[in-house]
């Protein structure tokens, strides 16, 4: 059974960068068509960040484009680079792993927080 690992969210101030990796571990049965970043406030529905398919070709959230650029260091692996952050980026990230066959594949999510 694969599994999915966030790392690098933290605290920072509006106007600073972070970096999230997302790295995928065990067997994966079937093809990845892609993978990629969600985030979720508090009270709030998870919304689209920033996808990447095997092409490499990259889909981004209207509110994060320009700002973020998520690339794929290779098959079991995603990073997510975050710039200009704003206090509405607040909130838990979640890496997504999208594969030809079974369910979507979830991280367990990893706190981004932007002061003001």
């Known amino acids: 059974q694969a599994q999915l690992r966030e790392s690098g969210g933290g605290l920072v101030q509006a106007g600073g960068s972070l970096r999230l990796s997302c790295i995928s571990s065990?067997?994966?049965?079937?093809?990845?068509?892609?993978m990629g970043w969600y985030r979720q406030a508090p009270g709030q529905q998870r919304e689209l960040v920033a996808l990447?398919?095997?092409?490499?070709?990259a889909n981004y959230g209207d509110s994060v484009k320009g700002r973020f650029t998520i690339f794929r260091d290779n098959t079991k692996k995603v990073s997510l680079q975050m710039s200009s952050l704003k206090p509405e980026d607040t909130a838990v990230y979640y890496c997504?792993?999208?594969?030809?066959?079974?369910?979507?594949?979830w991280g367990q999510g990893t706190q981004v927080t932007v002061s003001s």
């Open positions: 065990g067997t994966i049965s079937s093809a990845i068509n892609a």
């Open positions: 990447i398919g095997r092409d490499r070709t």
């Open positions: 997504l792993l999208q594969r030809a066959t079974g369910p979507d594949l």
